[in-house]
């Protein structure tokens, strides 16, 4: 069983930073972990991913350039660095763990799923 519990979320002028964190328990750390978000009315969408090493990532068209998704291993815990956030950003960001590729977007290749945390961009 995998763990997940997402914090770091709130309110932020546009521009602006934030970074989301994703602690982890149990086979957490021999998975691919990714984040995703879903704004209201709309689908979650898949935003970022990491590979087990953390060697090897990939991000949403959106967010290049301004996300940085990292992993600290020894700490359990998963990052989503956010930068020059923008209104529509504004989302639950969730956290994800599953044992697939990073280049698979859908939600389906995730087999583990934090609560969200709430990131409004206000502008």
């Known amino acids: 069983q995998v763990q997940l519990v997402e914090s770091g979320g709130g309110l932020v002028q546009a521009g602006g930073s934030l970074r989301l964190s994703c602690a982890a328990s149990?086979?957490?750390?021999?998975?691919?972990m990714g984040w995703f978000r879903q704004a209201p009315g709309k689908a979650r969408e898949f935003v970022a991913a990491m590979n087990r090493n953390g060697g090897s990532t990939n991000y949403a068209d959106s967010v290049k350039g301004r996300f940085t998704i990292s992993r600290d291993n020894a700490k359990n815990t998963v990052y989503l660095q956010m930068n020059s956030l923008k209104p529509e950003d504004t989302a639950v960001y969730y956290c994800?763990?599953?044992?697939?590729?990073?280049?698979?977007?859908?939600?389906?290749?995730?087999?583990?799923w934090g609560q969200g945390t709430q990131v409004t961009v206000s502008s």
């Open positions: 994800a763990a599953g044992y697939g590729s990073i280049f698979k977007l859908e939600e389906s290749s995730y087999d583990y």
């Open positions: 149990g086979r957490t750390f021999t998975a691919v």
